[in-house]
């Protein structure tokens, strides 16, 4: 057995995924896969959003508005990345916690059992060939875009995770060194 996949794990910037993204019964497999993750009590404590299409754009200028008006005097530049933000991969799954609150699993658990999806998206993703990103940013915290998506009482946004066709190489970046972040616990 081998952990070679693994150890070769990268994200490749929203910025440098172009078009084709997984469609059809590529997409379904991928997001079936996504699904399999740890999930205590099998809450199924995630939801899965696709913006795809000329929704990409819209999405973006929606955000734009949102930035705005929560920030008259925020910069137009910063604007511009808010439009631009989503057109460049092709598919963007906005990954949700579901969390039920007052269950007997910790509303921890079931925000790290959709953390899992958001990462084997990225598996999934680099397995098909296909390059992925997850990114937060303002968007992933704030009320007016959590209502725009539709998100129902107890739900955020984890991450969105743009999936596309690698149009450069991603660079590798400096990994840390284990004996830098293990160490064994001694009573």
């Given amino acids: 057995?081998?952990?070679?996949?693994?150890?070769?794990r990268l994200s490749v910037p929203a910025r440098q995924l172009g078009e084709p993204g997984p469609h059809g019964e590529q997409l379904d497999a991928l997001l079936t896969a996504a699904l399999r993750v740890p999930d205590?009590?099998?809450?199924?404590?995630?939801r899965?959003?696709?913006?795809?299409g000329d929704a990409r754009r819209r999405f973006g200028e929606r955000l734009a508005e949102i930035?705005?008006?929560?920030?008259p005097d925020v910069a137009a530049?910063?604007?511009?990345?808010?439009?631009?933000?989503?057109l460049s991969a092709p598919l963007i799954v906005v990954v949700i916690a579901h969390v039920l609150d007052g269950h007997k699993v910790p509303r921890q658990e079931?925000?790290?059992?959709?953390?899992?999806?958001?990462y084997n998206l990225?598996?999934?993703?680099?397995a098909l060939g296909f390059g992925a990103q997850w990114l937060t940013g303002w968007a992933a915290y704030d009320s007016a875009v959590a209502t725009l998506l539709g998100l129902e009482a107890g739900e955020q946004v984890v991450g969105f995770v743009?999936?596309?066709?690698?149009i450069e190489p991603a660079a590798e970046h400096p990994r840390a060194a284990l004996a830098d972040m293990v160490a064994e616990w001694q009573a």
């Fill in 40 to 46: 205590h009590g099998r809450l199924m404590p995630w």
């Fill in 162 to 166: 743009h999936v596309g066709t690698p």
């Fill in 1 to 8: 057995m081998s952990l070679e996949f693994l150890e070769q």
């Fill in 67 to 71: 930035h705005a008006q929560k920030d």
């Fill in 77 to 86: 530049k910063a604007l511009l990345k808010d439009r631009e933000r989503y």
């Fill in 110 to 118: 079931q925000i790290l059992s959709a953390g899992c999806v958001a």
């Fill in 122 to 126: 990225l598996l999934g993703a680099q």
């Fill in 48 to 52: 899965l959003r696709l913006i795809r």
